[in-house]
């Protein structure tokens, strides 16, 4: 049995990245789809519910500052994931990036905390569906019963009356149609994507543009949190203070920065899609690049519009803050524009589903990729015989995430998200280093700059920058993350170790895909 650091040779990856027929994912997208797909997971959630998160908890008005910082190391990390999109065009994403540089079990944890960027942040996204599906109702005069909105760990007392959560059934029913649409097909997918990310992206100018006339300078100023800062409700009462080194000042700008990296997911997704690319080698870097640059503009904007608009201080307060930051912003302080309250409300419900469409569509080509390694059960690697889609991996994750978003507190998974995707960027930061000094003659149609072997600046830059938003992150994210890692390292000694097609010595020809071969793997893979 083979080391449990062997890697996946290089050729094998580019055999399957180039197959064709039965067993093979069909390649159907352009880059202008590329594109769609990364700001159709970018601009949703982070956008509309983080900015005021990051402003109230960490970075005030210098929350744009906080974007700019988390779109540092995503450049770095995206100029990363470029070149191994391009040059391995394949599913898989980093899991198969890290396969084949660092090893199967280093591959394994990369598997592992993708879950947590794609299944978990579909679910939380989907919670957050729900609310804003009650906000767009609301102006219609209705709304959905407590009970079947919020998970059975949630209650309220809503006119002086207790509320119980029983099932948050919005949640649930948008995960089963995303789910039964990516079962369907790719390219139906995609079509869907981009006609939401239009409209989407539509709204988002528009508050920008009507928003900047309704700026107060005084707003942004101070621009950073003070240290002796203390937020008090409408009662007098004391509900934020920020005392910690990650609170207030320029060690608020990380804390923040480490709050809307969620808003920054999405983009590392594209690479998912790799190996149903038309023109991987040109649309890839394309569709990661250039959804990065659109989003990182719209979000530096909208920060500065919303901070400007409303004072942090307001977005602290439980009442006002968390999902319905932005349409109380546009209700209080934008006189004359209800009418926009309600077009954002539509935009964040279409950025939402956009969301988790690409998010469920991420996760189930993760899964498809590890199903073909063995590391996954076989049953995630099979494609429908008419839509050519992994349609047992996409219902199973309906089940999963949609139990999840039906009955877990969204609040629970969102940091664990970031967590996941920086883990994923660190590694995949130092793929691209360990894999220009262990292959440097092999093509590279997109190369990362200022990256030689020995002066790897830009990915030694991407896993510094992504480990300290990190270490940005609260404790309690932290020790759930780890937790969850753990309990991956159990899941793997005791089901992939022993399933690896790789430690088996079997490896699956991509020429003839429905044939096995017997290879020993050789002293370069231990």
């Known amino acids: 049995m083979a080391s449990i650091f062997a890697k996946k040779p290089l050729a094998q990856l580019l ?25 159709g997971a970018i601009i949703g959630a982070g956008l509309f519910v983080r900015t005021a998160a990051a402003a109230a908890q960490a970075s005030g008005p210098g929350v744009t500052l906080a974007f700019i910082l988390a779109a540092f ?11 191994f999109a391009a040059m391995i065009p394949i599913a898989g994403s980093a899991y198969t990036y890290a396969y084949t540089t660092m090893g199967e079990f280093v591959a394994w944890i990369i598997g592992w905390a993708l879950i947590m960027e794609y299944a978990l942040g579909a679910a939380t996204v989907s919670i957050a569906w729900s609310e804003y599906l009650n906000k767009l109702l609301e102006v219609f005069h209705t709304s959905i019963p407590y009970n079947l909105c919020h998970s059975p760990f949630e209650h309220a007392v809503i006119n002086g009356v207790s509320q119980q959560g029983f099932i948050n059934l919005p949640a649930l029913l948008i995960i089963v149609a995303l789910s039964l649409l990516l079962v369907k097909g790719t390219q139906e997918s995609a079509m869907f994507n981009a006609v939401i990310v239009v409209l989407k992206v539509l709204i988002v ?29 409408a009662a007098g009462e004391v509900v934020r203070t920020y005392d910690g080194w990650n609170k207030h000042g320029w060690g608020g700008i990380l ?13 590392d997704a594209v690479s998912t899609a790799a190996q149903e690319a038309k023109n991987p080698k040109r649309d890839m870097p394309i569709g990661i690049l250039g959804s990065l640059a659109i989003c990182t503009v719209l979000y530096i904007l909208f920060g500065h519009v919303l901070t400007g608009v409303a004072n942090w201080r307001e977005f602290a307060d439980p009442a006002i803050g968390g999902e319905a930051s932005v349409t109380y912003a546009i209700k209080a302080h934008m006189t004359g524009y209800s009418w926009l309250a309600t077009a954002v409300t539509v935009g964040i419900l279409l950025g939402f589903t956009s969301v988790m469409l690409v998010m469920l569509m991420g996760q189930s080509r993760v899964f498809f990729s590890m199903a073909k390694d063995g590391l996954m059960p076989k049953a995630f690697s099979e494609l429908h015989p008419r839509f050519n889609t992994p349609y047992k991996s996409n219902l199973m994750l309906m089940v999963f995430v949609g139990l999840f978003a039906a009955f877990v507190p969204g609040s629970l998974a969102g940091d664990l ?3 996941g995707t920086l883990l994923a960027f660190v590694l995949v930061s130092l793929g691209v280093w360990i894999m220009r000094k262990s292959d440097p003659a092999q093509p590279r149609p997109f190369r990362a700059p200022l990256s030689t072997p020995d002066f790897p600046l830009v990915p030694i830059m991407g896993a510094l920058v992504c480990l300290a938003l990190i270490v940005g992150l609260d404790s309690f994210t932290l020790e759930v993350a780890v937790g969850w890692m753990l309990v991956g390292f159990v899941v793997y000694f005791l089901y992939g170790k022993s399933n690896s097609m790789l430690q088996k010595g079997i490896v699956v020809v991509p020429e003839e895909m429905e044939k096995e071969a017997f290879i020993k793997p050789d002293s370069h893979n231990r």
Request: hydrophobic share 50%.
């Open 15 to 39: 055999g399957e990245a180039n197959s064709t027929g039965h067993g093979t994912l069909q390649r159907t997208l352009g880059a202008g789809n590329l594109v769609a797909l990364g700001v």
């Open 73 to 83: 190391g995503c450049v770095f990390a995206g100029l990363c994931y470029a070149e």
């Open 205 to 233: 100018i528009v508050f920008i543009a009507v928003g900047w006339q309704f700026i107060n300078p005084a707003n942004h100023t101070p621009y950073l949190i003070p240290a002796d800062a203390v937020v008090k409700n």
């Open 255 to 267: 804390g923040g920065a480490g709050i809307v990296f969620f808003a920054f997911i999405g983009f």
């Open 417 to 419: 998200t970031s967590f």
